[in-house]
């Protein structure tokens, strides 16, 4: 057996290395966007493609996202992979009739006929400061439509392999990259990747059986650190990364709960018409009968993503968590 | 000295990096819509293609007649008429050659036709069955397209693929003079000039976006002068002149094909019908209007030039007709036959393998059909 050497990599590394790898190993797989190039990105995550594949695999393109996601349609019917970065979650609004009446649909009209393999990268959320339009958390308006898979990876590992398996995916895949996480680092093998990851699988981070935090992307790790800090309260959490909001892993998330008798869905969007809402229903209408308390949500308030001056009042974080877990109504048990 | 007047002193230089490409003169429109019906140009026309346009332009008007009526016997939704444009949707078919691309808008069922497709598969989706009755990558024709000219940008996408394939390929994309003001219009020419994608544009300019009139639409000199600004040529031509449709595209098509870029064809038409059969046209153009270009039909264009050259008889006349008529009557009658369509197609397509969520839902319609046939027994 051999020993694997693990070295400190970001997130950031990992996706490069993902669409390198998916590059290398598939020509017909095309990184596009604006400043992707000869800059790399702004956020570096593809850095150095266009220099080791050519212009034409790792393309800057005029600055115009509806044009960039329709172009790559265009590119995916005539047997291309294209790969589509959208720099920021924001930006991908003008995108949004290409990505709806068209990249979500083209199977279905088609009867099968003309599937588009097309992943789009939407590196989203708040937490680095940004300006306004820098900062929003869109998932809800991708759950919301049938045709998209919709991913968002929060450790590196997990960056690499549903990276992997976004492109290689014969559907158009959401890729929601966790800005803040970019720079996070993990203990990983950059010379021999994990494997792809399946896209519809959630997977228990920690395990727990007091109550279960269902979380994803960027409010992971903020997550975790709630489940360490409640341990002086006595209270053992469960933490579910959900990895993939569409498919939905009910399977894992309702064992989680069953166990527990306890749940909290913690995301960084609004709460209203948020995810929360959906992930709090499916859980009540499976686990009804387990449950000792309803599912709660933290959430980010109902308000357009704040001035980054105010955002830490708005993002939830370990004492808004840990608050929700008390109003679990721990008394009950005893 | 005023602050101004120093200010005027100041002479700055341009940036080092502008200067302009080119001479946008060769970019620019003619005048005048190009015209080959009529004139000595048409001599040179060749009339094996004359002949041709003029039976699929019969046959396309007879397709239009149809379909209309079907609508009438509540077989068909709804239907775009291209009647009057006849000359672009036919021009626009038979311009390309198979491998190459046709991406049509929603009133573009016509040239789809024209181009080998099933006139009951590209009625799918006027008539309520599945969206896109055909496989597009058969006669790559792209789906009917419902939103507007957000097609375009597929267009340039799929030529500029080819063309990194290394494949001999050219994309045609038809959008009206409405969806002219549309974003996605925008985009997809910037794209393709930037790109040198091999595609070439054509501009169905009806008169009309609905009810809303092209001065009211842009204030553009026309619509062809939009291509200047992207870098890339506009041609004007008469878009009832099947002949001029014909060889204006067949230059743009070849100009693509020989690496030099994307073109912008306005072709200047009327949509003779209404909008749809839902809409009432009496309430934003008068009758003298719709008469003046009923004088400048496309099958009388072609047809009074064929017989003048002595190029068509009475006896071809009538055979166009009735081939027509045959598909006419063909298209009628399995128009009425109702379509079989399977419920559980709904979840079959929208993932490449239904979601969990999917098959639950699939499981539910399967029991709710079954309870509904245990009831009819």
């Known amino acids: ?334 | 000295m005023t602050v101004m007047e120093q200010r005027g002193a100041y002479r700055p230089s341009p940036p080092p990096a502008w200067q302009p490409r080119t001479d946008p003169a060769p970019l620019l429109p003619d005048a005048e819509p190009y015209r080959v019906l009529g004139t000595e140009t048409a001599a040179k026309a060749d009339p094996g293609l004359l002949r041709r346009l003029y039976a699929e332009l019969v046959r396309g008007r007879r397709y239009n007649t149809q379909a209309t009526a079907l609508t009438k016997q509540g077989r068909l939704a709804v239907y775009p008429s291209s009647t009057g444009q006849e000359a672009c949707e036919v021009a626009a078919a038979l311009v390309l050659e198979d491998r190459d691309w046709l991406f049509p808008s929603y009133r573009d069922t016509l040239a789809a036709v024209a181009r080998g497709l099933d006139p009951v598969q590209a009625l799918t989706l006027l008539r309520g069955d599945w969206h896109t009755g055909y496989d597009p990558r058969e006669h790559r024709v792209a789906p009917l397209c419902t939103p507007l000219a957000t097609q375009l940008p597929h267009a340039v996408g799929l030529a500029h693929a080819a063309r990194l394939k290394g494949d001999d390929v050219v994309a045609l994309a038809m959008v009206g003079d409405g969806g002219s003001s549309e974003g996605d219009f925008h985009e997809a020419l910037n794209f393709a000039a930037v790109w040198q994608a091999p595609v070439v544009f054509l501009v169905q300019n009806n008169g009309f976006a609905i009810s809303v009139p092209l001065a009211k639409q842009t204030a553009a000199p026309s619509l062809a002068h939009k291509a200047v600004g992207y870098g890339m040529p506009g041609r004007l031509v008469d878009g009832n002149d099947a002949a001029a449709v014909h060889e204006v595209l067949a230059a743009a098509v070849r100009r693509a094909r020989e690496g030099g870029g994307p073109t912008l064809v306005e072709a200047i038409t009327y949509r003779v019908e209404a909008h749809t059969n839902a809409d009432d046209a009496t309430r934003y153009r008068g009758d003298a209007e719709v008469e003046t270009w009923r004088q400048h039909d496309p099958i009388a264009l072609l047809e009074h030039e064929l017989t003048t050259r002595g190029l068509l008889d009475d006896d071809a006349i009538q055979a166009a007709r009735d081939a027509a008529e045959t598909m006419a009557a063909d298209l009628r009658e399995r128009m009425n036959q109702d379509p079989e369509l399977d419920p559980m197609d709904l979840f079959a397509h929208v993932y490449a393998e239904p979601t969990p969520q999917l098959r639950e839902q699939q499981a539910q319609l399967r029991a709710e059909l079954a309870a509904e046939q245990e009831g009819a027994h």
Request: glycine residues 10%; negative net charge; hydrophobic residues 40%.
């Open chain 1, 1 to 334: 057996m051999t020993t694997v050497a693990l070295k400190p990599a970001t997130m950031a590394q990992a996706l490069t290395r993902a669409m390198r790898d998916a590059m290398a190993a598939d020509p017909t797989v095309h990184v596009m966007g604006e400043d992707v190039g000869t800059l790399g990105g702004v956020f570096r995550v593809t850095d150095g493609l266009a220099k080791e594949f050519g212009e034409d695999r790792c393309t800057d393109t005029p600055l115009a996202e509806a044009g960039i996601l329709g172009t790559a349609v265009g590119m995916a019917m005539y047997g291309l992979r294209p790969v589509v970065e959208m720099q920021f979650d924001a930006f991908a609004y003008p995108a949004f009739e290409q990505l709806i009446s068209h990249v979500a649909r083209m199977r279905n009209r088609t009867r099968g006929a003309m599937p588009l393999p097309i992943t789009v990268r939407v590196p989203y959320g708040g937490g680095i400061g940004g300006v306004e339009h820098h900062s929003d958390s869109s998932e809800a308006y991708y759950m919301a439509t049938p045709g998209l898979h919709v991913v968002t990876p929060a450790t590196v590992a997990d960056a690499y392999g549903l990276l992997r398996a976004a492109i290689a995916s014969d559907d158009p895949v959401v890729f929601l990259e966790p800005k803040r996480l970019y720079w996070s680092k993990d203990s990983w093998n950059p010379d021999r990747p994990t494997d792809v990851e399946p896209i519809g699988r959630a997977v228990v981070r920690r395990s727990g059986r007091s109550a279960t935090l269902i979380t994803y992307g960027p409010s992971v790790p903020v997550c975790l650190e709630a489940a360490e800090a409640a341990q002086a309260e006595g209270w053992d959490l469960e933490v579910v990364d959900l990895r993939s909001l569409v498919p939905f892993d009910d399977e894992t998330v309702c064992a989680s709960v069953r166990r527990t008798g306890r749940a909290v869905v913690v995301h960084e969007s609004g709460g209203y018409g948020g995810p929360g809402g959906e992930i709090a229903a499916r859980v009540t209408e499976r686990c009804f009968h387990h449950l000792e308390a309803p599912v709660l949500r933290v959430a980010g308030f109902d308000i357009p993503y704040p001035p980054p001056m105010l955002e830490r009042h708005h993002l939830p974080g370990v004492d808004r968590i840990l608050d929700a877990v008390g109003r679990l109504q721990w008394e009950a048990e005893g």
